[in-house]
Structures are given as structure tokens and as C-alpha cells.
């Protein structure tokens, strides 16, 4: 298989992530939400100007993977407050990680998420939260494996539908580093 290169988003990044921003969520969501809902998801979050203003934001950090040059997933952190469940101090919100379909199962996301990791660190994060759909089975396998526990949930709203988001909290950040600082001596 081709190899992934990972590096961080910038500006210039905005009109190729906001496409594959778009069709990693239809290719994940279509088929749990309405064409009308998917659709006004779509327009409100994915765009050349929304994604320029995320890139541009210093609390947030975007990771791009790219394969032959092409953006196949990414991941996005930022620094923004928390639901009362997550009771850590400074945490960090995974607020995406989209992979292509058809690199599913490759060990990419694994990567991305340990960038993620830095680069929450880097936000002065102590610990990763986010937020997944309670039926989306995949998510939560590979959240779980990667030591995340659910703390609650809260809504996310798609479209006109108000869905049950669960929120899980990630090991220490500062453990992962250890780990990795062993993994290398
Ligand atoms: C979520 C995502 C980033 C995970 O990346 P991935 O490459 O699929 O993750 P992995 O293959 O390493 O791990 C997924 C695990 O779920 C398992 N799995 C696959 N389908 C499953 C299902 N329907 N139910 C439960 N587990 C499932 C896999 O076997 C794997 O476990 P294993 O490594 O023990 O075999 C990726 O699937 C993705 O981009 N999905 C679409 C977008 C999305 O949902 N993003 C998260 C929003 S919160």
C-alpha cells in the first residue's frame, strides 16, 4: 500500500479539506439521515469559507493524511470548553477524524489520532474528549481501543434532527507521551 504522509493543515489547505470534509461525513452519514438534513448539514459546515476560518483559528489544530499527494483523512482538535461530564481540567475536543472509506482498517486513523494527541498538547490540553453518535458502532470500536471511556452524552443536532451524541473522555495525554517517549529509547 502506498504510504500516508501526515502533516498540519494551513489556509491554503481550506477548498481541497472542505471537499473531502463533505464526502468522508455523506459517505459515513447518508444513510442514517434524510437527503434534506444531510443537506443542510452539509451547506452550514462544509465550505471553502468555514474550513479557511477553522485553518485560520489558533485554538484549533487540523491534521491532514495525504496518499500520492491527495487528502485521504483528517483530524481536527480544539481548545473549547467542555460538557459538565467531562470533569478533566483543560481538556481538548477530538472535533473530527474522517477517513476515506476505502482506507478504513489501514491503521491511519491510529496515526492520526496520536497526532491529535500532540497537537492537543500543544493546546495545553490535559486529556482528549469528544462526542460520537450512539449507533455509530465503528467509532466507538476504534475510540474504545484507543482507551477512551464514555462519560455521558449531549445532543448534536443534523439538519432538523436532534441526535444522542455519547461523550468520552481519552487517557492522559501526558501518559501518551510517556508511552511514546518509551516506544523510542
Ligand atoms: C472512525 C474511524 C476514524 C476509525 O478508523 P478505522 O480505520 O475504521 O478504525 P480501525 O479499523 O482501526 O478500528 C475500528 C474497529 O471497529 C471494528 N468494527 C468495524 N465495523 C464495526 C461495527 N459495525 N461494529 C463494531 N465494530 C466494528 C473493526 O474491526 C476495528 O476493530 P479491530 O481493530 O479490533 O478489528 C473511521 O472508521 C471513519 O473515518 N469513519 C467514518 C467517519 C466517522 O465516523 N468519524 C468519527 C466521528 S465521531
Known amino acids: ?15 481541497e479539506l472542505a471537499e473531502l470534509a463533505a464526502r468522508t461525513f455523506s459517505e459515513a452519514f ?10 443542510a448539514h452539509l451547506r452550514a459546515t462544509f465550505g471553502v469559507a468555514q474550513q479557511a476560518a477553522e485553518l485560520a483559528d ?13 487528502l485521504v483523512a483528517y483530524a481536527q482538535v480544539r481548545r473549547k470548553s467542555a460538557p459538565d461530564c467531562v470533569a478533566i481540567e483543560r481538556p481538548v475536543e477530538l472535533h473530527r477524524i474522517y ?9 491511519l486513523a491510529a496515526r492520526l489520532l496520536k497526532e491529535a494527541g500532540i497537537a492537543a498538547r500543544e493546546l495545553e490540553g490535559e486529556n ?11 467509532a466507538l470500536a476504534f475510540y474504545r481501543k484507543s482507551g477512551f471511556k ?4 449531549h445532543v448534536f443536532v443534523v439538519g432538523s434532527d436532534r441526535q444522542t451524541d455519547l461523550v468520552l473522555v481519552g487517557p492522559p495525554l501526558r501518559e501518551t507521551d510517556q508511552d511514546a517517549a518509551r516506544e523510542h529509547t
Open 1 to 15: 500500500m502506498t504510504p500516508f504522509e501526515i502533516r498540519r493543515g494551513t489556509v491554503a489547505d481550506a477548498a
Open 99 to 107: 477517513l476515506l472509506r476505502s482506507v478504513h482498517g489501514t491503521g
Open 30 to 39: 447518508a444513510e442514517s439521515n434524510t437527503p434534506e438534513d444531510l443537506d
Open 58 to 70: 489558533p485554538d484549533v489544530c487540523t491534521l491532514l493524511a495525504l496518499q500520492e499527494g491527495r
Open 150 to 153: 464514555t462519560v455521558g452524552n
Open 128 to 138: 482528549l474528549w469528544l462526542g460520537v453518535w450512539e449507533h455509530n458502532d465503528r
